[in-house]
């Protein structure tokens, strides 16, 4: 079948090239779980991958319900309007859609500046308008993206969720998880777990290499801060919170996740696959000590 014809399938079109890259869209580790919402076809190729928190209310009902984070995390990816392709949890990795299926995961209509429609939502970033409005955050944004003007100038498309894949990262809290620093709120386990769905995408696409210091690797923040920043949407205080990579004390380890593709690009996505693993099991080991 032609390059054309398959559209974005195409990207995962040539995967016995690559004997461990994600084939027809689904990964070759990541749990899957049921997904029974109906996703549209992506129009282009995947592009990135973008990395989310859960919001903490995933915990307290986890605590009201007497179930793991993990089981009520994917009961609502299943049916929420905003959704997910990925959710590294507290016990493992899931997979709920084919990244080939375009899933709404960074709205573009609501944040600072109230309701503007998608177009001109980019517009105020093009404009240079969003960094006015958010000048501490911008100062950090931009000493993450030296180079780049906006956050719409990070990838190709008109719009995040064309573009990118979602992961969703659970974060510890109310007695929940397990985090190796006490500003952060996610396990070594999930930042690895970043890595090898970044690497697994960059073998089916094609990426280049040295990717993860890119646009192809970004975060909620990174995409629409509009609505990301300081608590509720009000980003004077500059802290970015999805999932809390620009912030004075950060809650992820960016550069941690970066490392790990990069050791993962040496050591094989099975390899890699094989420590998440072992990282999971001593997790729940710790948890049941
Ligand atoms: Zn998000």
Redesign the pocket.
Known sequence: MGRSSRGAALCFGEWTRYPRAMQEGFSNYAERVADLKRDKRRDGDVFGL?V??SGSGILRRAREKGHSPDKIALDYYDSATYSTHFVAGHEGLYQLTDVREHVK??GYTKGVDGKLSGSQRRAWYHSGKWAESMPEFAARWRAAWPGKASPSSLHPGKYPNGDYV?I?LIPAGLGYGRTFGESYRYSLAQHVAVALVALELAGACRWPDDFEHTGRLAS?EDLGPHG?VGPAGNPRDGEGW??GRHRAEPWIAWAMIQEWIRIGRRMGIDELAGLLEVLYEADADAVSD
Do not use: F, G, Y
């Open positions: 973008a989310h928190t995961h960074i979602a969703e909620h990301r999805d999932p």
